[in-house]
């Protein structure tokens, strides 16, 4: 596809339960970014991959928090036992690796813990 | 270490007067500075981008921003603003070498444009 594709673009669920959400990045771009967007903490890093590297899992917040990467290509964020303070909009972003280089945002999934 | 202050969570203007947003950032090394917008219930859009040529940086719809390292700013301009300029606007910097990936973002300021 043309952009960067993310799904669900909704997600409701209980607390306790896992989530996962999937990112679809641009096709060709090595460089794959997670971040999360709450009203209480703004736009926040949370993981990125970068080609075969290890990736940067600074930003995660807990342990519950894991992300993968297949084949250099489709991502998935999982959220395990999630809790009320997971619910946020969260975002993906592809880009090819190098000094500058830009970030693309896919839509986002929103996900809301009851 | 990166930080981005926008100041004003909200910034009003009549359609057809200068928009300005402002940014200042704090960067242990030379920084990439961006602004993206964002429309309600869409992800981010890249507006402009500033790493390290031009110090004045044109982008889409009419943006331009100019980097100003003695003030440590990346303030966000168009001479006109329209009814679709309306979104919320965020301003970001990374580090300019590789290794300091990731964008740090402001806290966004929101434009609403009256007729």
């Known amino acids: 596809g043309a952009g960067v594709s993310q799904s669900p673009s909704n997600k409701v669920t209980e607390k306790g339960k896992d989530v996962e959400l999937r990112c679809d990045p641009i096709?060709?771009?090595?460089?794959l970014y997670w971040y999360r967007q709450s009203l209480g903490q703004g736009l926040e890093f949370l993981i990125y991959f970068q080609g075969n590297s290890a990736p940067d899992k600074s930003g995660l917040p807990s342990d519950r928090f894991s992300a993968e990467r297949t084949g250099g290509s489709v991502s998935t964020l999982t959220i395990q036992r999630t809790q009320q303070e997971d619910s946020a909009v969260y975002l993906c972003?592809?880009?090819?690796?190098?000094?500058?280089?830009?970030?693309?945002f896919g839509p986002g999934t929103r996900l809301l813990v009851l | 270490a990166q930080s981005v202050t926008q100041l004003g969570s909200h910034v009003s203007v009549s359609e057809g007067a200068l928009v300005l947003l402002r940014c200042n950032y704090s960067?242990?090394?030379?920084?990439?500075l961006f602004w993206y917008v964002q429309y309600p219930n869409q992800g981010l859009q890249l507006l402009l981008k500033y790493t390290s040529a031009a110090t004045l940086v044109k982008g889409i719809n009419g943006f331009e921003a100019e980097f100003k390292k003695s003030e440590t700013s990346f303030h966000l301009t168009k001479p006109s603003a329209h009814m679709s300029d309306a979104a919320e606007y965020f301003c970001?910097?990374?580090?300019?070498?590789?290794?300091?990936?990731?964008?740090?973002f402001g806290t966004g300021t929101r434009l609403l444009v009256s007729p």
């Open positions: 096709s060709g771009h090595t460089a």
């Open positions: 970001a910097v990374r580090g300019l070498y590789t290794g300091f990936q990731k964008l740090v």
């Open positions: 972003a592809s880009g090819i690796a190098g000094g500058g280089e830009t970030q693309y």
């Open positions: 960067s242990s090394v030379p920084p990439y």
